[in-house]
Nanobody
Framework: QVQLVESGGGLVQAGGSLRLSCAAS???????????MGWFRQAPGKEREFVAE????????SYADSVKGRFTISRANAKNTVYLQMDSLKPEDTAVYYC????????????WGHGTQVTVSL
């Protein structure tokens, strides 16, 4: 059973940067590489929303329009880790950020982390 643990959240001023990490345990390097990995976020009083995804095939990424050009998702399969580099942060990026995994040939994210808080101040 794959488990995901996020880290790297915190408080940052607008315009600053943070890098989130998501480490997968309970999976071999080969298994992790067969998962598409995504980042989602949930702000207070709002529904959880998609932020970014990286596929199991190299170079396959997608982003929400609200973060395109500012956030970069990447993965290190040898470390069973996926990253979210967040630059030019805005107060509206404040949310709990969740990492999630989607196994190959499935259409829903079946594995979720517990989230890490990101707060962007003016």
């Amino acid at each position: 059973q794959v488990q995901l643990v996020e880290s790297g959240g915190g408080l940052v001023q607008a315009g600053g940067s943070l890098r989130l990490s998501c480490a997968a345990s309970g999976a071999s390097g080969l298994t992790f590489s067969r998962y598409s990995m995504g980042w989602f976020r949930q702000a207070p009083g709002k529904e959880r929303e998609f932020v970014a995804e990286i596929g199991w095939s190299p170079g396959s990424t997608s982003y929400a329009d609200s973060v395109k050009g500012r956030f970069t998702i990447s993965r290190a399969n040898a470390k069973n880790t996926v990253y979210l580099q967040m630059d030019s942060l805005k107060p509206e990026d404040t949310a709990v950020y969740y990492c999630a995994g989607r196994a190959i040939a499935t259409y829903t994210y079946g594995v979720w982390g517990h989230g890490t808080q990101v707060t962007v101040s003016l």
